[in-house]
């Protein structure tokens, strides 16, 4: 069974230009998460699906950060302009909901120059 | 407050020796708690579940003390495949946020 998928592994680009994550999550999977980490640190929720519907997105900085999950599977992260600070690894992850526990994809490593 | 505070360590530990950690919340109503393990730029993977009672995997033994709102994680018979990072987890009881420590990084050293 295919795990998280993340695309692209990483990016490089300049500031002030946009950039868009992909993620698939488990098949079956409701809940969507997408985490920001910085090197040191652990993961930060950017985002929290529930199949289609954003239900907390209270830490996306939303005057550069967008996100969707139009059909309730795979979702989007776009940033737009990057900024120097954006530099740092996005994770997707994925889980059944309730208590359970949250699959992770291998990251995006976003790199702004 | 964090919501999720780990010691950083780093526990520098021989081959087969034993080395515990903890973890503390801030939330008594959580009921979800995990250990992930986190190797050098990849993702967090999941390494346990704590269950109320605690539990066991082989060499891993996790428990969870919720009178003082702490995880520990101990590893026995240390091998140097065990160096990583260890990330706590508590899920939120309501909105099943997760929400993760900064990390325990383990080197086991031959």
């Known amino acids: 069974e295919a795990g998280v998928v993340q695309s692209p592994r990483y990016k490089i680009i300049e500031k002030k230009q946009p950039v868009a994550f992909w993620c698939n999550p488990i098949?079956?999977?409701?809940?969507l998460y997408w985490y920001l980490q910085n090197l040191g640190q652990g993961p930060e929720l950017l985002i929290r699906?529930?199949?289609?519907?954003?239900?907390?997105d209270s830490q996306l900085p939303k005057d550069r950060f967008s996100a969707e999950r139009l059909k309730g599977v795979d979702s989007t992260l776009k940033i737009q302009p990057a900024e120097l600070g954006d530099s740092a690894v996005y994770l997707c992850?994925?889980?059944?909901?309730?208590?359970?526990?949250?699959?992770f994809g291998q990251g995006t490593r976003l790199t702004v120059v | 407050r964090k919501e999720v505070e780990q010691d950083p360590g780093p526990f520098n530990v021989p081959e087969g020796a034993t080395v515990a950690f903890n973890c503390t919340y801030s939330?008594?109503?959580?009921?979800?708690f995990f250990w992930y393990r986190q190797d050098c730029r990849k993702e967090p993977k999941l390494l346990m579940s704590?269950?109320?009672s605690g539990n066991e995997d082989g060499r891993f033994t996790a428990q969870l003390n919720r009178a003082s709102q702490y995880i520990s994680l101990l590893i026995r018979d240390s091998k140097l495949s065990d160096s990583a990072t260890y990330l706590c987890?508590?899920?939120?009881?309501?909105?099943?946020?997760?929400?993760f420590g900064a990390g325990t990084t383990v080197t086991v050293r031959a």
């Open positions: 992850a994925s889980s059944l909901g309730g208590q359970t526990e949250a699959f």
């Open positions: 098949s079956g999977h409701n809940t």
């Open positions: 699906y529930e199949n289609e519907e954003a239900v907390d």
């Open positions: 939330n008594s109503a959580s009921q979800s």
């Open positions: 704590v269950y109320s």
């Open positions: 987890v508590v899920k939120d009881p309501n909105d099943y946020k997760l929400s």
